[in-house]
Every structure is written in structure tokens, then in C-alpha cells.
């Protein structure tokens, strides 16, 4: 995700900002980590089209970023206060054009500061260093 860390890298900075979450509708709105857990399409892919990205949280505490068909990032997820905390390995590359090159896996922590909470969407904006990004999510039914 350069457009979005697969938006992994994606999601933070307003929450972070006002230390809250609003609905779209004004009405306070938060995730739960049972609502969480599940698939989610990022930025308006279709849940059926393969090559869209895709965040999944599993009960377990475990995340995974799939992109294009391939898992692209794996780590750990935790959610507080609106705000979903990943700690994962993957490419530099992930994060970045420039640095397609560089090989092997690294640890990156991102945030991501949930807003416009549905039951069946989210949106957020996401810090991983300097690089902040907003996306949607949207929930897919397995």
C-alpha cells in the first residue's frame, strides 16, 4: 500500500488528533474487537475480486494483509479506544515503491484511529512513521 500500507499503513491520525471516533451521523460509534474480528475489503474493493486488499483480524489477536492474492504483512492486532494497534512483519516494498529492492521482512508498528463506525464499515487514518494515510474498510461476509 503506498496509497494505503495496504492500509495497514493506513489509518490514524484523526482519532489520534481528537482522541475520539464519530459516527457519520454524529452519534458516538465504537468497534468492538468481536466486530472486528473478521475480513474486511480496503478503499472500496469488491470482497469477490481477488487482486483487492484485504485486512483480516482473527480472534486470536492475529492480522494479516493480503494484496493482489498474496499475504503481504503478518503480525499482531490489538484495539483500544478506537484505535487498532498492528505490529507486523513485511517488505519494506509494502510501504513503498522506492524500495522494491530491498529484501527480507521487518517489524513496523501502525495505528489506525477509527471514525464514521457502521456494523458493517469503518473508515480510518493510519500512522507508520511519517506516512499518514486514510482509508475505508468495508466488512466482507464470509
Not at 513503498?96 to 529492492?101: A, F, I, S
Not at 530491498?102 to 489506525?112: A, N
Amino acid at each position: 500500500m503506498v496509497r494505503t500500507i495496504g492500509f495497514i499503513t493506513a489509518a490514524t491520525l484523526a482519532a489520534l488528533v481528537t482522541g475520539s471516533a464519530v459516527a457519520a451521523e454524529g452519534a458516538p460509534a465504537s468497534l468492538t474487537e468481536a466486530a472486528l474480528v473478521g475480513n474486511w475489503v480496503v478503499n472500496e474493493g469488491k470482497c469477490t475480486d481477488t487482486n483487492a486488499e484485504f485486512l483480516v483480524f482473527n480472534k486470536n489477536g492475529s492480522v494479516v494483509s493480503v494484496r493482489d492474492g498474496q499475504t503481504d504483512a503478518a503480525g499482531f492486532w490489538k484495539l483500544d479506544n478506537n484505535k487498532i494497534f498492528l505490529n507486523v512483519l513485511a517488505t519494506p516494498a509494502r510501504l513503498h515503491e522506492e524500495l522494491k529492492d530491498v529484501e527480507g521482512y521487518y517489524p513496523f508498528d501502525i495505528t489506525i484511529a477509527t471514525f464514521g463506525v457502521t456494523a458493517d464499515g469503518f473508515q480510518g487514518v493510519g500512522i507508520l512513521g511519517e506516512q499518514v494515510r486514510y482509508g475505508k474498510f468495508a466488512r466482507c461476509k464470509t
